[in-house]
């Protein structure tokens, strides 16, 4: 099992966060593997894999993910398409 962080500082307001996360992910994360549900303002997400959130806390999108079998295997590649997703969805 794998575990990711990220912190990404913004200054967009959380009501146009939402729609720019969608966006992002959507662009970065393509092909409809992962599920996205949003519970009050944390986005919940789940794939082949990999579990995950996202919420804006302290100025920052704070995005956690677990990855096992076989997600884990493209950790690298993971990391850096979320990570760029986010780093869009901030501004």
């Known amino acids: 099992m794998s575990d990711l962080v990220f912190e990404i500082p913004t200054a967009r307001p959380p009501a146009e966060l939402r729609a720019a996360l969608e966006e992002a992910l959507a662009r970065h994360l393509p092909g409809g593997l992962f599920v996205r ?45 979320v990570a760029e997703a986010l780093r869009q969805a901030a501004g």
Do not use: N, Y
Request: proline share 4%; aromatic share 2%; glycine share 14%.
């Open 37 to 81: 549900r949003w519970q009050e303002d944390v986005l919940h997400l789940s794939g082949p894999g990999a579990v995950g959130t996202v919420h804006l806390a302290d100025g920052k999108l704070i995005g956690r993910a677990e990855l096992s079998l076989p997600a884990s295997m493209m950790r690298g590649l993971i990391e850096e398409k």
